[in-house]
């Protein structure tokens, strides 16, 4: 088993910026790969990006490219989610994920652990 705990979610102003923090505890050697989803009331879960554990190669959605960055620290089994240039369509709860194994690494289904969530809110 592996457990997530995500932190750094808060309130800010669009144009602003937030850093979110993932702690992975447990079985992290078996971790292939860490995403980051969010989801807005009465709306699906959201691929937002995803990074290879080892590798380090990442993907993002369309809509954060160029705003958003996701990076890694294997030694201290932490994932981090920068988001800069945030707008009020950014605001929703923010998932830390992990994959133990290949597969499509937007997809909600391709994660086996799940963090508790945090709330990012950006107002106008």
């Known amino acids: 088993q592996v457990q997530l705990v995500e932190s750094g979610g808060g309130s800010v102003q669009a144009g602003g910026s937030l850093r979110l923090s993932c702690a992975a505890s447990?079985?992290?050697?078996?971790?292939?790969?860490m995403g980051w989803f969010h989801q807005a009331p009465g709306k699906e879960r959201e691929f937002v990006a995803s990074i290879g554990w080892s590798g380090g190669s990442t993907g993002y959605a369309v809509s954060v490219k160029g705003r958003f960055t996701i990076s890694r620290d294997n030694a201290k089994n932490m994932a981090y989610l920068q988001l800069n240039s945030l707008k009020a369509e950014d605001t929703a709860v923010y998932y830390c994920a992990a994959r133990s194994r290949v597969g499509s690494y937007y997809v909600t289904s391709a994660y086996d652990y799940w963090g508790q969530g945090t709330q990012v809110t950006v107002s106008s």
């Open positions: 447990g079985r992290t050697f078996s971790i292939y790969g």
